[in-house]
């Protein structure tokens, strides 16, 4: 059963322009959504976390927005670089269960 | 060390033959998760060790795969008579392990990554 849906499965993203993923998760217990980063040959890496009690939550060029009705979050990657290009998991935990999307392999061209 | 690490990092077995997959999480932490990582997917929970106690092991796909964390600090995966459908990058990422935080963020080593040929 998967708990964590993400979309899109690939992204192709200009640099300078806004890359943005979404997920969408089923048990409302979840009470953490964290993002992370994967660059090819490593392990995944924070980059940045919401709870559920907030609707936003920025940190330099990435923003999170959550909105718990839908049960749904986002990722929104401002002036995107070709740095940025890498695999993004979203996540969805409670405690020490946590639950990975899919993953969407992004690129941003020069 | 500076983070969590993985040995060995490729890891090519025929099929049937056992394989051991070892962790060293971040010193002090007292959290150790395995998770399965297959090819264009996200990490899947394997199993969690609270010190050197396995709390949880329902990700764990069959009675071929078993962990340890004899000590509370390195920890194994292994997995015996190994198939095609074993073949994945394993991740381990370790945690602070704070009971009285809601999270505890997980620091992932850069994976194993096992062929079953």
């Known amino acids: 059963q998967q708990q964590v849906k993400q979309s899109p499965q690939s992204l192709i993203v200009q640099k300078g322009g806004i890359s943005i993923i979404n997920c969408a998760y089923e048990?409302?217990?979840?009470?953490?959504f964290p993002w992370y980063q994967q660059f090819p040959g490593k392990g995944p890496a924070l980059l940045i976390a919401?709870?559920?009690?907030?609707s936003e939550k920025k940190e330099g060029r990435f923003t999170i927005s959550f909105n718990k009705s839908a049960k749904q979050f986002s990722l929104h990657i401002m002036d995107s670089q070709p740095g940025d290009s890498a695999t993004y998991f979203c996540?969805?935990?409670?405690?020490?269960?946590?639950?990975f999307g899919a993953g969407t392999r992004l690129t941003v061209k020069p | 060390g500076a983070g969590v690490s993985q040995s060995p990092r490729y890891k090519v077995a025929k099929r049937g033959q056992d394989v051991a997959l070892r962790c060293d999480p971040i010193?002090?932490?007292?959290?150790l998760f395995w998770y399965q990582q297959a090819l264009g997917q996200g990490p899947e929970f394997l199993t969690y060790?609270?010190?050197?106690?396995?709390?949880?092991k329902s990700g764990l796909p069959s009675d071929r795969f078993f962990a340890e964390r004899p000590e509370g600090s390195v920890s194994t995966l292994k997995i015996q008579r190994t198939q095609q459908e074993d073949s994945a990058v394993y991740l381990c990422?370790?945690?602070?392990?704070?009971?009285?935080?809601?999270?505890?963020?997980?620091?992932f080593g850069p994976g194993t990554r096992l062929t079953v040929l």
């Open positions: 990422a370790s945690s602070l392990g704070r009971l009285s935080l809601s999270y505890n963020e997980q620091f």
């Open positions: 048990n409302t217990a979840f009470d953490y």
């Open positions: 919401i709870r559920p009690d907030v």
């Open positions: 996540a969805a935990s409670i405690f020490n269960d946590m639950r």
């Open positions: 010193s002090g932490h007292v959290s």
């Open positions: 060790f609270q010190n050197e106690a396995q709390l949880d």
